[in-house]
């Protein structure tokens, strides 16, 4: 599952792709291609079960990011860039909020919305040619050879026509499971879903007017939004211990960092959730996709798991932290047994009991 950063020249993609990754750009390297990268997830839970439990060994889940080539003009008009956004399963758009005179904007001025509205724009082309081109070819092989399955998929492509020529994004659009599988591997960007990442100057960082000029397109375009300033987060990565870093968050009013808060979201974005296994031995963080059974979680683990299970002990997250341990959450009736049945809550705790 990989996440794919995108955005115009001088937003900042970069220097937050480095910061998620640890990955360093050239700044005179090839950027006609995506550079891939692998993100820890900032999780403000598992630091927290990590010094509950002291354990000889902690992991952090972790996802592909992708920094893509820039959304230049010139790119944008040879279609190249479509390819590696085709390439990823959500994306995160970096748009530029900050003032900074020494630093050129492609239009000219600095406007999210209006950066927003434009790339959006050029993702819906993409789709719309793409369905009018298909629609061309289907129409051409039905007035050779009647066929029920390209006749079924010329009704869908119309309606998704329609759809996208009132600018609407795909992934408004509902599809039973057999229209899912029909087109599901056709190269649409409007299915996926959409990060903002607004960059901000260190100044604007208690502005709450930016993020809620983009909301009512947000809310409209099912996309989610937040707020970062790529120049505090590299200050902050800069810092050696962990109480300078709560220190200058504590200074700047910020109640959680912003990378943590752009895991959480590309997380939410690729359809997952977080859930955790502790012990003195290890204290680890995985991802499983929103919905599953506890066997498929257990799966995730270990396929032996998944193949021998027998039910799952869960614990969740909030009740521990109230209960201080697992005794506590065990005297109160709080330690849960689950069956095969049981669906994953984002935040429990589990530990597979199985048999093979």
Same mark, same amino acid.
Do not use: W
């Given at each position: 599952m990989k996440v794919g950063i995108i955005g115009l020249p001088q937003t900042g993609k970069k220097?937050?792709?480095?910061?998620?990754?640890?990955?360093?750009?050239?700044?005179?390297?090839?950027?006609?291609k995506p550079h891939m990268g692998v993100a820890a997830i900032r999780d403000p839970r598992f630091d927290i079960l990590v010094s509950l439990y002291e354990p000889k060994k902690d992991v952090q889940a972790k996802i592909d990011l992708a920094l893509l080539p820039k959304l230049e003009r010139e790119a944008i008009a040879k279609g190249d860039i479509f390819k590696d956004i085709v390439d990823v399963d959500a994306i995160c758009?970096?748009?530029?909020?900050?003032?900074?005179?020494?630093?050129?904007?492609?239009?000219?001025s600095v406007d999210p919305v209006r950066d927003v509205e434009s790339i959006n724009a050029e993702l819906l082309l993409h789709d719309l040619v793409f369905v009018e081109t298909r /629609?061309?070819?289907? @129409?051409?092989? $039905?007035?050779?050879?009647?066929?029920?399955?390209?006749?079924?998929?010329?009704? *869908?492509?119309?309606?998704?026509?329609?759809?996208?020529?009132?600018?609407?994004?795909?992934?408004?659009?509902?599809?039973?499971?057999?229209?899912?599988?029909?087109i599901r591997s056709y190269p649409f960007i409007t299915r996926k879903?959409?990060?903002?990442?607004?960059?901000?100057?260190?100044?604007?960082?208690?502005?709450?007017d930016i993020l809620e000029s983009l909301k009512p397109l947000c809310e409209n375009e099912h996309m989610e939004a937040m707020q970062v300033s790529a120049k505090v987060e590299a200050e902050i990565a800069t810092l050696e211990s962990e109480e300078e870093k709560a220190e200058f968050l504590q200074? /700047?009013?910020?109640? @959680?960092?912003? $990378?943590?808060?752009?895991?959480?979201?590309?997380?939410?974005?690729?359809?997952? *959730?977080?859930f955790f296994t502790v012990g003195k031995d290890e204290v680890r963080q995985w991802l499983v996709r929103k919905d599953s059974s506890a066997p498929e979680a257990a799966g995730v683990i270990h396929s032996d798991l998944q193949r021998g299970f027998i039910r799952a002990e869960v614990m969740k997250y909030d009740e521990l932290l109230e209960h201080?341990?697992?005794?506590?959450?065990?005297?109160?009736?709080?330690?849960?047994?689950?069956?095969?049945?049981y669906i994953v809550v984002d935040g429990d705790i589990l530990n597979i009991r199985f048999k093979v």
């Open positions: 220097t937050l792709f480095q910061l998620l990754t640890g990955t360093e750009v050239a700044e005179h390297g090839d950027h006609n758009h970096v748009v530029r909020a900050f003032d900074d005179e020494a630093i050129y904007h492609v239009d000219g /629609l061309e070819r289907i @129409e051409a092989g $039905l007035k050779k050879v009647k066929d029920e399955k390209q006749q079924k998929e010329k009704v *869908l492509l119309e309606k998704m026509k329609g759809h996208l020529e009132i600018e609407q994004p795909l992934r408004l659009m509902e599809l039973a499971p057999e229209e899912d599988l029909m879903q959409m990060i903002i990442a607004v960059n901000v100057s260190e100044g604007d960082l208690a502005r709450t200074d /700047l009013g910020i109640t @959680e960092p912003a $990378l943590a808060q752009l895991s959480g979201l590309c997380i939410k974005a690729l359809g997952l *959730l977080s201080k341990d697992e005794a506590g959450l065990k005297a109160v009736g709080k330690l849960y047994l689950k069956g095969k049945e």
